[in-house]
Structure formats: C-alpha cells, structure tokens
C-alpha cells in the first residue's frame, strides 16, 4: 500500500526566510507526485506535480520540488516565503496509470510572520 | 472555466439522520473521486468513478456510505445514520481522464457536524 510521510507538522518562518518541507513516500511502482496548498478558508489548490522527466519540478507561486527517487523524496522548496504563503501544505503521490486515487501526508502547517 | 462545485458548502445534521451531499465535476471530466478530510484520519480517499465502470467504492468507511454518479457527471455521496465520527469535510475531485498521469481538481468541500 502507498503512504507518504510529512515530517514537519508545524513550521513557522519570517519572511524571506527559506522553506524546505520534507515529504518521503512509500509505493512500489511508478508515481505521480503532487503538492497541495490550502490557504486559510479556502480549497485545495495544486502547486506543482511531477509525472516523469526532470526531477526538478516548478510550479506556483516560486516554488519548486525535486523528485529524488533513490530517496523515495520529494521535497518542497521556496527560496524565499512571503507572509502571504501561510498556508497547510499536503504532499501526495498516486499511481502514475489508471485508478489514480491520491494518497496523502498529513500536511505541514506553515506560518509566516511578517 | 468553471471549477469543481459542491453543495451544501455547510451540514449540520443529527445524529442518525441521513445526509446527500452533492458535486458538479469540471465538464468533460470522467473521473471523479470523493475524499474526506478530518482531524483524525487527515485526507482519505473514500470512492472513485470513473466513465461507465463500476465505482471503485475501497475508500468507504463502512456500509452507512453509498455513492452515485447519474448520467457520468453529477455525483452524490449518501450518509445514512450519521454518527459523530461522519463529521469531517468531504472533498469532491474530478479530471480528465486520460489513461495516463493526470491531476485532480478539487471543489471547496461541504463542512459535516454531526450533534
């Protein structure tokens, strides 16, 4: 069975400080990997994703995620958060064909003081 | 484009009572799943359609929870006999299925709390 590991629960910055959230995933075959942002009252929305090709995937907002698949990893990066990336963020992966269900981490909650 | 829409966006119902919750997928998107978010569990998978195919139906907690898809668009998620541990916010996500990687588009979710 898939699962996905998020190994900050709560991570609180300053702005322009950087961010680096973890995520490690657990699946045998070949994966979608995704990242999930939900701004306070609002839906999920889709950072980025990674099907296949460069491991160093940009999306949103100037964040960018790389696809080590030794490590079973896909961390977020930012080199730079602004007051405005307060937000939880939840890493997933799926099967890359067919029934494409997302599993998901249990999300980090980031805070950004301005 | 209009996105994924759900209704109601806020349930409150008693316990036992039953409940329908509703989702518009993106049109022209066969895939739809349904997913739940709560303190405990954090973000699950309950059911996914997809096209004609019987519903792929491994995510539901238990028999309490059904789910339809009339007419390959519009689906509803039944609850019948709430009970407080039903609460939690039901996340509808569609796409466009293509056979290969494909993202999911999710809807604003409708709050349950079961008293």
């Known amino acids: 069975a898939q699962s996905v590991s998020q190994h900050n629960h709560h991570v609180i910055l300053s702005e322009a400080a950087s961010l680096e959230l973890g995520c490690n995933y657990s699946?045998?075959?070949?994966?979608?990997l995704f990242w999930y942002v939900q701004y306070p009252g609002q839906h999920l929305q889709l950072l980025l994703k990674?099907?296949?090709?460069?491991?160093l995937v940009k999306g949103i907002k100037g964040f960018e995620a790389e696809f080590i698949k030794s490590k079973f990893s896909f961390n977020l990066r930012k080199p730079s958060v602004q007051w405005s990336d307060t937000a939880e963020y939840f890493c997933a992966v799926s099967r890359n064909t067919g029934f494409q269900k997302l599993v998901f981490g249990t999300g980090t909650r980031l805070l950004v003081s301005p | 484009g209009a996105g994924v829409s759900q209704s109601p966006s806020n349930k409150v119902t008693e316990k036992g009572k039953d409940v329908e919750l509703r989702c518009d997928p993106i049109?022209?998107?066969?895939?739809l799943y349904w997913y739940r978010q709560s303190l405990g569990q954090g973000l699950e998978f309950l059911i996914y359609f997809q096209g004609n195919s019987a519903p792929d139906k491994s995510g539901l907690p238990s028999d309490r929870f059904s789910a339809e898809r009339t007419g390959g668009s519009v689906s509803t998620l039944t609850i019948q006999r709430t009970q407080q541990e039903d609460s939690a916010v039901y996340l509808c996500?569609?796409?466009?299925?293509?056979?290969?990687?494909?993202?999911?588009?999710f809807g604003p979710g409708t709050r349950l709390t079961v008293t």
């Open positions: 049109s022209g998107h066969t895939a």
């Open positions: 699946y045998g075959g070949t994966v979608n």
């Open positions: 990674y099907f296949s090709g460069d491991p």
């Open positions: 996500a569609s796409s466009p299925y293509t056979g290969t990687a494909y993202e999911q588009y």
